[in-house]
Every structure is written in structure tokens, then in C-alpha cells.
């Protein structure tokens, strides 16, 4: 292609990412550029997880073991929660979040910030559920990749969220039987 051609085609491409975005948002700020960006953060840190474990040589399993899948699932919601809602990991967060106020036990309420592009990253490290992709990624390869370590974090992470269970079950029935 000659350099008129590709300039020619890069023009109407981003004419029509742009028409999309707007299309797509409507009266709202939907920043799917962001989003997009992110999305092809996500494929290469997986791509860069599988390279490294294709390069070690270990074994992927046919199927995940049942237990496997069920101390994941603990782990990761408890790592997810502790990242994108703790009051202790909110440094971490501050660079892209404004402190709004408490949201339940030692959980904070934060909003991403909207200048510099933060608000991407603030949407992402607000979010347990947009953390936990990574947390389960990062968890599945860290079983492939070293699994006696990973499994005891996983284990640390699952008694940490059975004590969080039993704390706001020990709440609930002190609150229940002393009628506050």
C-alpha cells in the first residue's frame, strides 16, 4: 500500500471507532477506548502467563480438578475484595479513586477519578468483579506454574474469607440477641 492509501484508511478507521463510541454512548461518557485498551492489557498479560508456562514445560490439565475450581473461586472473590475494597489496600487505589465514604466492615466506598485517563483504571481497581478476572488468571497460572505455593495462598485467602463469614455471622446474632 502506498502512504496516501494507508493514510486514506487509518482516517475512515478511526472515523468509524469514533462514530461506534459515540453511537454506543449515546448522552452518557463511555470511555470503550479505555476499555478496548485494557482488554488488550488483559490478552497479553494471559498471553505472557501461557508463554511462560508453555517455557517451563509443566503439564495443563485436562479438565481443573473440582477442588481446584472451589479454592480458586474462595481465593480469588477474598483477594478481589481485598484489592478493590479494603481499607488498607486503598493507597494502592489512590492514585485513580477519590474516598467517597465506608461501604460495610473495613470496605471502602471510592470512585474512579475522571482526569489523565485515571478513570479506567479506577473503574477496574473499584471493581471486585472487574479485579477478579485478573485474580483467577494470576491464580490459574500461579497453580500451573508453582503449585504448592500458590495452593497455601489460596488456602490463606480461603480461611481468611471463612473468618469474614463467621465475623458478620457472630455480629449478626449478637446483634440479633441483644436486639440492636
Same mark, same amino acid.
Given at each position: 500500500?502506498?502512504?496516501?492509501?494507508?493514510?486514506?484508511?487509518?482516517?475512515?478507521?478511526?472515523?468509524?471507532?469514533?462514530?461506534?463510541?459515540?453511537?454506543?454512548?449515546?448522552?452518557?461518557?463511555?470511555?470503550?477506548?479505555?476499555y478496548?485498551?485494557t482488554?488488550?492489557?488483559?490478552?497479553?498479560?494471559?498471553?505472557a502467563?501461557?508463554?511462560?508456562?508453555?517455557l517451563?514445560?509443566?503439564?495443563?490439565?485436562?479438565?481443573?480438578?473440582?477442588?481446584d475450581?472451589?479454592?480458586?473461586?474462595?481465593?480469588?472473590?477474598?483477594?478481589?475484595?481485598?484489592?478493590?475494597?479494603?481499607?488498607?489496600?486503598?493507597?494502592?487505589?489512590?492514585?485513580?479513586?477519590?474516598?467517597v465514604g465506608?461501604?460495610?466492615?473495613?470496605?471502602l466506598?471510592e470512585e #474512579?477519578?475522571?482526569?489523565?485517563?485515571?478513570?479506567?483504571?479506577?473503574?477496574?481497581?473499584?471493581?471486585?468483579?472487574?479485579?477478579s478476572?485478573?485474580?483467577?488468571?494470576?491464580?490459574?497460572?500461579?497453580q500451573?506454574l508453582?503449585?504448592?505455593?500458590?495452593?497455601? #495462598?489460596m488456602?490463606?485467602?480461603?480461611a481468611?474469607?471463612?473468618?469474614d463469614a463467621l465475623?458478620? #455471622?457472630?455480629?449478626?446474632l449478637?446483634?440479633?440477641t441483644?436486639?440492636?
Open positions: 500500500m502506498t502512504t496516501a492509501t494507508e493514510s486514506r484508511l487509518g482516517r475512515r478507521v478511526r472515523a468509524i471507532v469514533r462514530r461506534t463510541g459515540r453511537d454506543y454512548a449515546g448522552a452518557q461518557d463511555r470511555p470503550l477506548g479505555g478496548l485498551t482488554m488488550a492489557g488483559f490478552g497479553a498479560y494471559t498471553a502467563w501461557a508463554a511462560a508456562v508453555r517451563r514445560g509443566r503439564p495443563v490439565p485436562d479438565r481443573p480438578e473440582p477442588w475450581v472451589v479454592l480458586t473461586s474462595v481465593a480469588t472473590f477474598r483477594l478481589s475484595r481485598l484489592l478493590s475494597k479494603a481499607s488498607v489496600t486503598s493507597p494502592l487505589r489512590a492514585p485513580f479513586t477519590r474516598y465506608t461501604q460495610g466492615p473495613a470496605e466506598h #474512579a477519578r475522571s482526569e489523565n485517563g485515571r478513570d479506567i483504571v479506577g473503574e477496574l481497581v473499584t471493581c471486585p468483579f472487574c479485579v478476572v485478573w485474580v483467577a488468571s494470576t491464580l490459574t497460572a500461579g500451573l508453582w503449585p504448592r505455593a500458590t495452593r497455601t #495462598a488456602g490463606a485467602l480461603a481468611l474469607a471463612g473468618s465475623q458478620l #455471622a457472630h455480629s449478626a449478637v446483634d440479633k441483644t436486639g440492636e
